[in-house]
């Protein structure tokens, strides 16, 4: 087996845009695969930072995932992140929502904050072409679970309100999480009901974290458990209807309800859970987009090159 750039090239610095210009464009697959990429110096040059670390799709925050001031983008910016994305056929681009954001939240200052912080996320979606939004669904701390989903799903019609999703191309993808107290979306059955609530008013589909499907007590390491989870994916939210998967391994064990990404093949999933996912015929439609740790340089370039790897040929 021919050795992978990553191992041949081992860099100093962990921005790959302070790397050497590659000699050669990166080998693509047949599959969308890419990784979270950093938006340092302006979120236009994390359409650079993905092609630089072969991939094909990316993810990223349209402003600081952690602060509330609002961010504006300049139509430069725009421009240029739309024609370096042509350039390289980087499609689909996904936006990850701020982490403060809970529009399930009962506080309602808080509430009305959240609402408008997610308002600011859409327009910059559209500002950028995006095709996908993916958010938590929220805390429901303070009320019932089904109130907190229905307060999620008042709360992102409000915020969408004005703006032709569908006519933007602009999809809300509500991610599953980890099961913690009191939050949303730790199950499939959560999701489809999320979905369910919004399917009349904006475009929707859904995000499927690994790491989070696996600490919150499905079984996706074994291939008995891998298949029936897939079964029961596609009976609740539907296989078609996951349009993103969260290609993340564990550090903690099933059920944990632990969310700490690993890097690919080194946690508690291994290899065979990705090499399965990539190679479903029934996930070809989805984006594949690691979520992995950057401890040291090169590893978003390993990450990537471990999904690819393990790509099967037609």
């Not at 327009?123 to 993916?134: I, S």
């Not at 399917?199 to 790491?211: S, W």
């Not at 632990?258 to 070809?284: M, P, W, Y």
């Not at 690691?290 to 990537?304: F, I």
Request: contains cysteine; hydrophobic residues 35%.
């Amino acid at each position: 087996m021919a050795k992978s750039h990553a191992s041949e090239f081992r860099p100093a610095e962990k921005d790959p845009l302070k790397w050497p210009s590659p000699q050669n464009p990166p080998s693509m697959t047949e599959r969308r695969i890419g990784i979270h990429t950093s938006i340092a110096g302006g979120v236009e040059h994390a359409a650079a930072r993905a092609h630089r670390l072969g991939c094909n799709t990316f993810q990223i925050f349209s402003s600081s995932p952690r602060q509330w001031q609002p961010y504006s983008l300049a139509q430069n910016q725009c421009d240029t992140m739309k024609r370096l994305r042509q350039n390289y056929d980087l499609k689909p681009l996904v936006i990850h929502s701020n982490y403060l954001i809970n529009l399930a939240g009962t506080n309602v200052p808080f509430l009305k904050k959240s609402i408008a912080a997610f308002r600011g996320e859409l327009e910059r979606g559209f500002a950028l072409c995006a095709d996908y939004l993916v958010l938590h669904p929220g805390s429901f701390r303070g009320s019932s679970r089904d109130e907190g989903l229905e307060r999620t799903a008042i709360s992102i019609t409000e915020a969408s309100k004005g703006l032709d999703l569908a006519k933007g191309g602009l999809t809300i993808l509500i991610e599953n999480t980890a099961g913690a107290e009191y939050s949303l979306g730790g199950t499939f059955e959560q999701i489809t009901e999320l979905l369910a609530l919004l399917r009349q008013t904006v475009p929707v589909g859904a995000c499927i974290d690994t790491c989070h499907t696996h600490v919150a007590g499905y079984d996706i390491v074994s291939k008995k458990g891998r298949d029936l989870t897939l079964r029961h994916l596609e009976q609740t939210v539907g296989l078609k209807d996951v349009r993103v998967w969260h290609c993340n391994d564990a550090k903690a064990e099933r059920g944990s309800r632990l969310d700490r990404h690993e890097n690919i093949g080194r946690g508690k999933l291994g290899l065979e859970v990705f090499r399965a996912l990539l190679n479903d015929r029934r996930l070809k439609h989805a984006a594949f987009i690691a979520e992995t740790p950057v401890d040291d340089p090169g590893d978003d370039l390993r990450n990537v090159e471990a999904l690819k790897g393990l790509v099967e040929r037609a």
